[in-house]
């Protein structure tokens, strides 16, 4: 049973358009959430992430926001660039030392020229 | 230089063959782990080690094994190689301290298995 879920397989979003990237998940122990960007032929890179504590987190053009009563969150881009065109992984974690990280499937975003 | 490091970057081999997949890492990091990761499926975990002496199963570790030669080294090995092991592979590390778990990938390996 999939723990974090993103639901959309792929996103196509016009450059200079926001782009929102979606996460549900279902364990309420988690603690942290990460998001993970990947190109082709690359191994993915981290890109930000956000405390269970915390409802918001930026970092530039990148904003998280975390819902926990929905237990969703979102990655929001802003403004799209054609470099944002990846796939992109949401992933989460527990504070317990013997918990391992849990990533979703990816979602693979297209900006659009 | 790159903090992880993957050999081979690819490697095509055939059905019943035994290889090896090997990740190094400068980062100083006790965590380890192996993934692979099939178009639709996102990453799945194959193994993973908190340190040296510390080897633990993921989802799918059938037809795989690993072993941890050091803090830095971690390798993973297809004892009889089968098509539906043809995947991209990575290696990851990380250090965790009681925040988030944020792991560092290596580039990864492309496995075709004929």
């Known amino acids: 049973d999939q723990q974090v879920k993103q639901n959309s397989p792929s996103l196509s979003v016009q450059e200079g358009r926001i782009s929102i990237l979606n996460c549900d998940y279902t364990n309420s122990m988690f603690d942290y959430f990460l998001w993970y960007k990947k190109y082709p032929a690359e191994g993915p890179t981290f890109l930000i992430s956000i405390s269970s504590i915390k409802d918001k987190n930026e970092d530039g053009r990148f904003t998280v926001f975390l819902n926990k009563s929905a237990k969703h969150l979102s990655l929001h881009i802003v403004p799209s660039q054609p470099g944002d065109s990846a796939v992109y992984f949401c992933?989460?974690?527990?504070?317990?030392?013997?918990?391992?990280?849990?990533f979703g499937k990816g979602t693979r975003l297209h900006i659009l020229p | 230089d790159a903090d992880v490091t993957q050999t081979p970057r690819n490697r095509i081999t055939k059905t019943g063959k035994r290889i090896m997949l090997e990740c190094s890492q400068t980062?100083?990091?006790?965590?380890m782990y192996w993934y692979r990761q099939d178009p639709g499926l996102g990453l799945q975990l194959i193994y993973y080690s908190f340190d040296v002496k510390d080897i633990n199963k993921g989802e799918i570790s059938d037809g795989y094994s690993v072993s941890r030669q050091a803090q830095a080294k971690f390798s993973l090995s297809l004892e009889s190689a089968i098509p539906n092991q043809t995947a991209l592979y990575f290696c990851?590390?990380?250090?965790?301290?009681?925040?988030?778990?944020?792991?560092?990938f290596g580039p990864g390996t492309r496995l075709t298995v004929l």
């Open positions: 992933a989460a974690s527990a504070r317990n030392r013997d918990d391992k990280i849990i």
């Open positions: 990851a590390t990380s250090d965790w301290d009681g925040g988030p778990d944020t792991q560092y």
């Open positions: 980062k100083g990091h006790d965590r």
